[in-house]
């Protein structure tokens, strides 16, 4: 057995009792206590004589203990005081609580003590309550001033995880073998992994502190080049894999895209039509596509999608769109069945709710099926799925993807995402997608005026409601929830449906929400568009693909409740049409969160700049689901601090594949791919 993969109990000074405190850190074998790395360090370099020591000053000291006391107070804390000595005065150390340092505190010791100094209570003399210490004599860290500070769980103390870690690395270094290239470690001057695994636990006296715990110093570097580097390989093999597969090649005469054109009320954007051209030269490949579409909110990207699946419908193929929601699949249900009026195209949907006609699907007589998760279902079957719509809203990973792929045989796969991406996300979660861009809006389009009203100053939105009416326009109003909710003390849409029919008597005031049946959903949404409904409140079903461009006011109630991505989709609903539109953001309580993403939609309307916003305050694990889209995890990387790391990594990735696609001449980094992507080895095959 190799000796990284040693049981973490059997190294000497752990047993069993701490190697079950270190399995809560995830900690299992010699390996994960070398990759679990310090989360910071302290400088314990700065060592001062007593006497130079100022209140406030976070120091090491060394001297002599010269007096040992232990105290008692009324409330039973005790106290354990020890005097220390240098040559040029006397200090005082302070644990509370901590009895068991009688049996290791003796007078006459030589001791280095760490911490922040003040003045006692009495203003009499310099103290350090709680210091970290070191018995000079036996210590660990005599030769490493520069101390490593770990993540540590309740049981186990930062002494003692420390201990375990010397033990660890000392063991652990001649198991290391160096896997990248030579030639990669002279071109980035990378240092050699086992050098570097040493220097992050243990750094050497002369580093830089603020580099270590910036995690940009030359080892961390290498650790986190590794990291980026074996992701990108995994997925641009996966992309690799795409390439060699056999799919279909689309050769449409293009009679029923041209029909569809002519149909339509408006005439494409450039970008549409840029990006349509790319779509149906890619699907005229005879290897799979995938490709990632993005564009902000009213870009046009259904109408894109919908010209590609007519295409492979042309051809004699199925094609489905799957929808993260059960609302949303309704409403492009709706838009494609109306927007296909006339053309010689059987529109069926299916989700949990509609689940009548499976048989169609497997037949073939259905030419277009919308859907939700339910099309993955293994119930389903297509009768020759030629091409997969995914509106992706980033609800949908790699795994997904791949399960509704495999309906057909190896189909042309659109992934859509109306909430832009940033340039890393790009090279990560959707790396082994080519990508297109809208980057042009329809014509005509008038920017959304966006601000924030106070609660105390209701009156006003109250005003602008009547005013937006009066005028001919319509209002939104979204709420968090359908129910109250005294656990969370937030206003519902019930309530606000309810106290907005008292205000205003005069207008029709309608309700919305996911728990309604679906047909009095559609009613409710067909008479909002029709203009017979002034008012619509709902909940976060309206985020996507509601186009009324009539609607021309939206109120976001606890506008703190909602993420960036959300509002900023939320507010895409209005502006649709000729006339000026606003988006008032209504909040309850501001988080210094919810301030920044309050901000931030006021300040911009540029979508891509709102993603970049987004991932700054939140990461980009949160914001784009990293964790459930099949992707491994990241334990030192961070795509937002390293993304120019990662972009070197992809490249390095990129150039080692084209000297040998397999990796058979690397048998080591095979083996280290393998184990990074360990149960996702699936998405190789599939995706």
Known sequence: MNGLNLPIQYLKGVGPKKANLLKKLGIQTVKDALYYLPSQYEDRRNKKNIFDIKPGEIVTVEGHIVQINEIKTKTNLSIIEAIISDATGYLMAKWFNQLYLKKILKTKQKIKIFGKA???????????????????????????????????????????????MKVAVEFAIPFIEEYLPEKILKKLNLPYLNESLKSIHFPPKDSDVKSLNEKNSLFHKRIIFDELFLLQLG?????????????????????????????????????????????LQDMKKPTPMNRLLQGDVGS????????????????????????????LAEQHYLNIYSML???????????????????????????????????????????????????????????????????????DTLVMTATPIPRTMALTVYGDLDYSVLDELPKGRKPILTKVIEPQNKKIIYKMIEEEIKSGGQVYVVYPLIEESEAMDLKSATQGYEGLQ????????????????????????????NGRINILVATTVIEVGVDVPNATLMIITHAERFGLAQLHQLRGRVGRGDRPSKCILLPYKLTEEAKLRLKAIVNYSDGFRIAEEDMKIRGPGELFGVKQSGMPDLKVADLI????????????????????????????????????????TEIFMTA
């Open 118 to 164: 003040q003045i006692d209570w009495s203003g009499n003399y310099i103290e350090i309550v709680n210091p970290e210490y070191e018995i000079v004599e036996n210590s660990n860290h005599q030769n490493h001033e520069i101390v490593p500070v770990y993540r540590v769980t309740q049981g186990l103390s930062q002494r003692q995880i420390q201990s375990i």
């Open 235 to 279: 997925i641009l093999m996966m992309k690799q894999s795409r390439l060699i597969e056999k799919g279909i090649s689309f050769n449409p005469e293009g009679k029923l895209l041209r029909k569809f054109l002519e149909n339509l009320p408006f005439k494409l954007t450039n970008a549409q039509q840029r990006v349509i051209t790319e779509i």
């Open 300 to 327: 046009g990207k259904t109408v894109v999608a919908l010209a590609a699946m007519l295409a492979a419908i042309e051809c004699g193929y199925q094609a489905a769109l799957m929808a993260p929601t059960e609302i």
């Open 341 to 411: 009026k006339g053309l010689p195209v059987n529109v069926l949907i299916y989700t949990s709710t509609h689940n009548k006609h499976a048989n169609l699907i497997a037949s073939g007589d259905a030419n277009l099926v919308v859907g939700t998760h339910a099309l993955i279902q293994e119930d389903v079957h297509f009768k020759n799925l030629g091409f997969v719509v995914i509106d992706e809203q980033h609800r949908f990973g790699v795994i997904q993807r791949a399960m509704l792929k495999k309906k057909g045989l190896n189909p």
């Open 502 to 529: 008292k205000l205003f008597p005069q207008y029709r005031v309608g309700l919305l929400h996911g728990k309604m049946p679906s047909r009095q959903r559609e009613d409710i949404m067909k008479e909002f568009r």
């Open 641 to 680: 601090r390293d993304q120019s790391l990662l972009e070197i990594a992809r490249k390095e990735a990129e150039s080692l594949l084209k000297e040998n696609s397999a990796l058979n001449s690397h048998p080591k980094i095979r083996i280290l791919l393998e184990e990074f992507w360990k149960d996702r």
